[in-house]
């Protein structure tokens, strides 16, 4: 665990921040941002993440990922990089936790379906929502609305954003209208968020039978680990030689991460995390060969998997699912549980509908295909 004592100038420093939205006494026993963490994995949105969507739906396998594991994993490569690098680790561990919170069921299916439904009245990100669920949404404290969290947390899962959204957002919009960068912990939760993306939906792809290891021996990342790992291990049967492969492959990436990243600070000559914001350009990076490595798996996974016709029959389902629930509550908000019916009931246009939106994206999957077959009876 990193300490005040073992963080770098340049890491996010509690006594430095910009604090609450809402004052509160300070914790007795944990840092601020240990406690950000902790309200996030409290939280309701937390939880359901057990029950959404990563690739596959949800009750299409036990096994797969859902959003819950991949902000685990997440968490896991983020919270490494950051004591490697002397960074904030709670802060880390927080924002990777919480970057997921906003996402509707059904992956990005759901969310772009969402965002069609809502093109008229704002749209809809997920990146956005999750800063609007530890804003507003969350209902669990007397004194404040939603989670509270630190300045930092929050700007940490708002990843990128518009202009006009930013000028709404007050404080925390700020730095993309003067084009400035997040702190370093923002910026290795972004690229944790990627590395676990890329290589653990590698695992899912091979569990489900969409993906061969001829096609994966194909792509150089997956390769010279798949050769290493054959060559000591010869008689290894499949299911623990993906896995061996796909652990030694985020070794690589992340070890490369920390030590390119650990590079480009020091030519940076940054000291102070205001001097990282004033950067003009991120600091966390991975070297240019690894990079076009990392680029090459995820343009494989797009082709192989993410356009494969079994995953594009869970799309269309997913999408029909989202459009017809959208429909359906704007015909008829009384279809709706009475905390959001009750909240609709006194507004109209665009606010009605981000109501119907905040309403949709709470749910799982499982829990969407309920409703949705409940719209028939």
Do not use: W
Not at 157 to 175: P, T
Not at 239 to 244: S, V
Not at 247 to 261: A, F, N, Q, S, Y
């Amino acid at each position: 665990m990193t300490t005040n004592a073992s963080m770098k100038s340049y890491a996010a420093n509690e006594s430095a921040s910009r604090g609450r939205r809402f004052d509160e006494p300070r914790p007795a026993f944990r840092g601020e941002f240990q406690r950000d963490r902790d309200r996030i994995i409290h939280s309701t949105a937390f939880r359901r993440l057990v029950y959404k969507t990563q690739v596959f739906v949800n009750h299409e396998g036990d096994l797969y990922r859902t959003r819950l594991t991949h902000s685990l994993e997440v968490s896991q490569i983020g919270r490494s990089a950051a004591v490697a690098l002397g960074l904030n680790e709670p802060l880390t561990e927080a924002i990777c936790l919480a970057h997921d919170l906003g996402h509707t069921p059904f992956g990005h299916a759901g969310q772009d379906t969402l965002n069609e439904c809502m093109r008229d009245h704002g749209g809809f990100e997920h990146n956005l929502q999750s800063l609007r669920v530890v804003d507003e949404l969350e209902a669990k404290y007397a004194d404040f609305p939603g989670l509270n969290l630190m300045f930092e947390t929050r700007e940490g899962i708002l990843k990128h954003c518009s202009v006009r959204n930013a000028r709404e957002l007050g404080d925390v919009g700020e730095r993309f209208l003067e084009r400035k960068q997040p702190g370093l912990e923002a910026q290795i939760a972004n690229l944790a968020d990627a590395i676990a993306y890329n290589n653990h939906d590698v695992d899912d792809g091979f569990r489900a039978g969409l993906l061969s290891l001829d096609q994966l021996r194909e792509q150089s990342l997956f390769a010279e680990q798949y050769d290493r790992v054959h060559a000591k291990y010869p008689s290894l049967e499949d299911r623990r030689l993906i896995y061996e492969i796909i652990r030694r492959m985020i070794g690589k990436v992340v070890t490369d991460l920390i030590e390119e990243t650990g590079r480009q600070i020091e030519a940076a000559g940054v000291r102070s995390i205001d001097e990282v914001r004033d950067a003009g350009q991120p600091l966390v990076n991975m070297s240019p060969p690894v990079y076009e490595q990392h680029v090459a798996l995820k343009r494989f996974l797009n082709k192989h998997l993410y356009s494969h016709e079994q995953k594009l029959d869970m799309t269309r389902r997913a999408q029909a699912i989202v459009r017809e629930l959208f429909e359906a509550y704007s015909s008829d908000i009384g279809r709706m549980p009475p905390e959001f019916a009750d909240r609709a009931a006194s507004l109209d246009g665009a606010e009605r509908a981000r109501v119907i939106a905040d309403y949709i994206a709470g749910m799982t999957d499982r829990y969407a295909i309920a409703a949705h077959e409940g719209l028939a009876g």
